[in-house]
């Protein structure tokens, strides 16, 4: 849970519920600035740059608030770059981080101008051939570190379709030398949610091991997995020891590099997930023999984290804050198992009343769908305590836009 003092009072998601209906997505800008800042602060005595990855959260207004704070962007479609552009950042900090592309949007992005890393072999031979050291590149590696929140959402490990294995070092060197590639950055990124402060410190002795076969590197990007906490006690990565930890190892091993050495990371959830509030309506109270549901005018087409990762976010009655609380299973209006949250303690809640899900700016709105020709949820964004509406709900149009009805 953030702390008092950068959460949005309940009235005023009451009040921005009126006003631009629910379902809606709300997000606080001024909590994205204070979460850049704290990982500023905690890495302020390395030489350290910041890449939002916007695969949390794209909605243009986000991306351009996120560019005013100097952060750079990490993208991982040509779409999110080409959404970063249009945000105004430069592209010399964006960073493109894609999987399983083919080679025609890879050098789609290099005619961008973005920073490129590449994560297979194939690719890299294919992009040595064509371009070999004309347009530097960095290299995702596989460091081969289980790590993350659950299974889905861990990407370092032997199993994983990411990055090229550490292990197959002899066929970068390989395709480096012949094709004469540049390589200035190494990547890694072992997965979502790590709350271990030693297993980025095992990832960047590893990245250290590797810098042997790179003479050129200007950069060392340890990705993500910064771990926010989503209810009371909910352990979190302590940023402030992580970025001492790694400040301290990272200024010792640079200095003996050859050339001067940046660090970089790729925050997605970290930068947005707390700034985000989801707004619902209790449609119904159901009774049944075993649960006593709520069943909302929403579902996972809006907010997946929980049937997707079983993920928690804590729910909230705005409307009755002060009524008995009581105990709820709040479900969506998904035709499936559709469930929001298991046995919640809610002050008690009665048709119409206003819900929220706390921690809902990241992977919220962005992985949201169409399913059940559901109409996509408003977004707002709050900046100087002022509710601006940044995406309109879906209409029945836009279900219909891309559709041909043949005659
Ligand atoms: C390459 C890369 N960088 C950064 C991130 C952001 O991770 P997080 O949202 O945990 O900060 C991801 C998430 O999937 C990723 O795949």
Partial sequence: MPRQSDVLATDFLVKIADEFGTPVYIYHAEKIKTQYEKLQKAFHK??????????????????????????????????????????????????????????????????????????????????????????????????????????????????????????????????????????????MHTGSEIKDVDVFLRGVEIMFEMTQHFPDLESIDLGSGFKVAYQQGDPETDIDLLGKKLSDAFNSFAKNYEKPLQLWFEPGKYLVSQCGYFVVKANVIKQTTANVFVGVNSGFNHLIRPMFYDAFHLIRNISNPKGTERIYTVVGNICETDTFGWDRKINEVREGDYLVFYNAGAYGFEMSSNFNSRLKPAEVMVKDGKPFLIRKRDTLEDLLKNQIELA
């Fill in 46 to 187: 390395a030489n350290t740059r910041f890449f939002y990855a916007c695969k949390a959260l794209t909605n243009i207004n986000i991306l351009k608030y996120i560019n005013s704070l100097g952060c750079g962007l990490d993208t991982v479609s040509i779409q999110e770059v080409q959404l970063g552009l249009k945000a105004g950042f430069d592209p010399k900090n964006i960073i493109f981080t894609p999987n399983c592309v083919d080679l025609q949007e890879i050098i789609a992005a290099k005619d961008l101008g973005v920073i490129i890393n590449i994560d297979n072999l194939s690719i890299l031979e294919q992009f040595g051939n064509k371009f070999g050291g004309s347009y530097p590149i960095s290299i995702r590696l596989n460091p081969h570190i289980m790590a993350g929140g659950n299974f889905k959402i861990s990407t370092g490990h032997i199993d994983s379709k990411f990055g090229i294995s550490i292990h197959q070092m002899r066929h970068i060197e390989r395709i480096v030398k012949s094709t004469k590639l540049k390589v200035t950055g190494l990547h």
